[in-house]
Nanobody
Framework: QVQLVESGGGLVQPGGSVRLSCVAS????????MAWYRQAPGKERELVAT???????NYADSVKGRFTISRNNVENTVFLQMNSLKPEDTAVYYC??????????WGQGAQVTVSS
């Protein structure tokens, strides 16, 4: 079993920045893909960004150029740096991981609210 513990988030003004972190409690050699999803009120959960163990990244069109995903394989941590935030970025952000056996895990979620 893998536990994903998120930190960061909160209330930020439009145009501001927030950094989310997620630590996985698992042998670092078994975690493959890590990612961030988000779910806004009344909407389905959507993929924000992914990063493979080798560092290849992929982003949703809505966040390209504003968000950056990165990871530290030694510390089993994934980050999401969010810049130029917009009100429509308001959501609960979830950390996700998939291990080499294709088991998937979710964090508890971190609220990000973009409002003046």
């Amino acid at each position: 079993q893998v536990q994903l513990v998120e930190s960061g988030g909160g209330l930020v003004q439009p145009g501001g920045s927030v950094r989310l972190s997620c630590v996985a409690s698992r042998n670092r050699f078994t975690i493959n893909v890590m990612a961030w999803y988000r779910q806004a009120p009344g909407k389905e959960r959507e993929l924000v960004a992914t990063i493979t163990r080798g560092g290849a990244t992929n982003y949703a069109d809505s966040v390209k150029g504003r968000f950056t995903i990165s990871r530290n394989n030694v510390e089993n941590t994934v980050f999401l740096q969010m810049n130029s935030l917009k009100p429509e970025d308001t959501a609960v952000y979830y950390c996700f991981s998939r291990d080499i056996y294709d088991f998937t895990y979710w964090g508890q979620g971190a609220q990000v609210t973009v409002s003046s």
